[in-house]
Structures are given as C-alpha cells and as structure tokens.
C-alpha cells in the first residue's frame, strides 16, 4: 500500500506545528511572501522549525523572489526544500537552488484548458533545468498566487506523472479520500481547507484531514478515467491557499 505523503502549508503558530506533527503530517510549509496573511519572517519560521522533530520536512514557500532573497531567509530558517509558486523560469528556479543548495518543488497553476501533455513538458523543462529540482505542485489556477479553494479536473493529471506530483487547489476534508482514490498522487499540500481562520489551523481539521488520506490509501487503486465522479471540478472553501 502507498502511503501517500501530507503537507501542511501555511503554519504561523507553534501550536499548529505541533498540531500537524502529532497528526502525521510529513512536511510543513512556511510563506515567505509578504502580501499572504499567512507570512512568517525568517525569525519566526526558524522557532518553528526549530519545533519540528526529525523526518518531518519544512519547506519554504516563496514567490518570484530573487537568489539574494532566498538565501536571506535561509541563513536564519533552516528550510530542506523550496516550493517557487511564482512566475520562476526554468533558469530562474535551477539559480535559486543552487545559490542556496536546496532542492526545490515547482508549482504548476492549472488552467481549464491545460492538457497532460502541457504539463509532461513543462515537468520535463524544470527536470532538465537543474539537477535541484525534486517534483511538480499542481495547484489551481487564480489571478493571484496561491489557491482560491478551488479544485481543478484531476483527470487532466496524465497516468505516468500522478505517481510523482504533489496534489493541491481546494483540498478539503470532505473532499480528501476522493482526491487521493482518483489521482493516487506522490503527496498531497492543504492550507485553508484546515484552518479556522487565515494562518489559524484547527487541530481537529487537520487531524480529520490526515485520517481521510489514510482511509484512501487502504482503498483499492481504480483508474482515474474510469471514475468520472472522482473528479470535482468547481467546489470551493472559503480561503485562498497561501
């Protein structure tokens, strides 16, 4: 059975932290970008990571920031893993990395009229790139960056890449066990749709959260596109993503 790997993105509270980590959340994602309410500054991500016990991942999330930037926050956060949810070019991403000697994870926004191919190629271009990159994030498309709660068409994920993509846009509890039943992805990224309010996560959500991905990985693996009702397309939650 694959147990499909769960971020928690967008903690601020230490009391989060240790919410997601008694939960079994294997990454947590700190927001370097200062217009998200869920923003932390280096020193206030380094006190949670600091908080973070072995194994469990925290990864830093930053938007078209430049090398300097990055490198900034990554002398007083000691972050494992960038997420580059901007408009980062191929090159820009691989001098990120390598300025900073981090792996990075490169966030896809999904259009309605994305096709698999699109994103084979766009995986391949990043991959080629550098040799820091370590994986896609598919997100849902909105004019801002971060997620407006909204899912994409999962069956847009070609077969031979769900196995390596991190899952994310308008995961929920509700909606969680279908999520991971129909796309079988690497990992799965949630923010809002367990919190209580922008940057306050609520334990129980997350807790709640963790159980429905469990309950699909014990779940017998079906095709993607043999199940057309395992792909909701147009619910929402009430807070962005980030």
């Known amino acids: 059975m694959h147990r499909t790997r769960i971020k928690i993105c967008g ?55 430049t090398p300097a930037e990055v490198r ?30 981090l ?46 709660g909204k899912v994409f068409d999962w069956s847009l994920i070609p077969k031979e890449l769900a196995p390596r993509v991190v899952l994310s846009g308008g995961l929920s509890v509700q909606n969680a066990t279908d999520a991971v039943v129909g796309v079988r992805p690497f990992a799965v990224d949630i923010s809002s749709g367990v919190e209580q309010a922008k940057g306050i996560k609520d334990a129980r959500k997350i807790a709640d959260f963790v159980q429905a991905v469990r309950t699909a990985d014990a779940t017998p693996k079906e095709d993607p596109h043999d199940s057309p009702e395992s792909h909701p397309r147009h619910r929402r939650e009430d807070a962005p993503s980030h």
């Open 11 to 65: 903690l601020t509270r230490l009391d989060d932290v240790e919410a997601a980590v008694a939960a079994g959340a294997d990454a947590l994602g700190l927001v370097f970008y200062a217009p998200s309410p869920r923003a932390v500054a280096a020193a206030q991500a380094a006190a949670l990571i600091a908080a973070m016990p072995p194994f469990v991942t925290p990864v830093g999330l930053f938007v078209n920031a």
């Open 72 to 101: 900034a926050v990554t002398g007083t956060a000691p972050i494992a893993l960038l997420q580059l949810h901007g408009d980062e070019t191929p090159q820009q991403c691989a001098d990120i990395a390598a300025a900073v000697r």
């Open 103 to 148: 792996p990075f994870i490169r966030v896809f926004r999904v259009k309605p009229a994305t096709t698999g191919a699109e994103l084979l190629e766009y995986e391949a271009r990043y991959r080629s790139a550098s040799t820091w990159y370590a994986g896609l994030l598919l997100d849902t498309f909105v004019d801002a960056y971060g997620g407006a």
